[in-house]
């Protein structure tokens, strides 16, 4: 595709409902990053991957955050027993390789928890 | 404290004026700097990346590191109403193998008047 893409735009769950959060990559990209965004503030690193590789996942806040990327494409963040402190936007971003390359960001998934 | 500090604003600058945007840091690993844009609804995007002390120029845009200040600018020049958007500092160590693990300022969001 043209850009990143994430699915759902937008999700209403339920506190205690688990969730899924689809990224889409730019085709090709190795690296593959997750962020969650919280109003009036900057993107917050969570994990990110290589390939399908987990390299990093320190930002995760707890372990009902998890996250993969099984063949090296696509990803999804999961996030058990939801709570409402996880409201937030989630965004993912995508770059071609290291070095200088830019992280491409995606639209977001705005996720509210009732 | 946060690593990376931004006043959020909201600055307000008449069409044509010079803009200042600034971001302290205290983490001395911190390499890698980037300015990102973010549209209302949008995700950042790249504007400047610089991993170095000194300017770096790109048409109306100027970036300046002073790393024994710990002190970042984006200098806009002959601002436009088409500028106005929340700006965004983010930077890297390179323990993480630089332009990985970003961590971002609060943003500062700015809007330039007709």
């Known amino acids: 595709g043209a850009g990143v893409s994430q699915s759902p735009r937008y999700k209403v769950t339920k506190r205690g409902q688990d969730v899924a959060l689809r990224c889409d990559p730019i085709?090709?990209?190795?690296?593959l990053y997750w962020y969650r965004q919280a109003l009036g503030q900057g993107p917050e690193f969570l994990t990110y991957?290589?390939?399908?590789?987990?390299?990093?996942k320190s930002g995760l806040p707890n372990d009902r955050f998890s996250a993969e990327r099984p063949e090296g494409s696509i990803s999804t963040l999961t996030i058990q027993r939801t709570e409402q402190r996880d409201s937030a936007m989630y965004r993912c971003?995508?770059?071609?390789?290291?070095?200088?390359?830019?992280?491409?960001f995606g639209p977001g998934t705005r996720l509210t928890v009732l | 404290q946060k690593e990376v500090e931004q006043d959020p604003g909201p600055l307000s600058v008449p069409e044509g004026a010079i803009v200042s945007l600034n971001c302290t840091y205290s983490?001395?690993?911190?390499?890698?700097f980037m300015w990102y844009r973010q549209y209302s609804r949008k995700g950042p995007e790249l504007l400047m990346y610089?991993?170095?002390?000194g300017n770096k120029e790109d048409g109306r845009f100027t970036a300046q590191v002073d790393k024994s200040s710990k002190y970042i600018s984006l200098f806009i020049r002959d601002s436009q109403p088409s500028d106005s958007a929340t700006y965004l500092c983010?930077?890297?160590?390179?323990?993480?193998?630089?332009?990985?693990?970003?961590?971002f300022g609060t943003g500062t969001q700015l809007k330039v008047e007709l």
């Open positions: 085709s090709g990209h190795v690296s």
């Open positions: 610089t991993y170095s002390s």
């Open positions: 983490n001395s690993a911190f390499q890698y």
């Open positions: 983010a930077m890297s160590d390179i323990l993480t193998g630089g332009g990985n693990k970003l961590t």
């Open positions: 991957f290589n390939y399908e590789a987990q390299q990093d």
């Open positions: 971003a995508s770059r071609r390789s290291g070095g200088t390359d830019t992280q491409y």
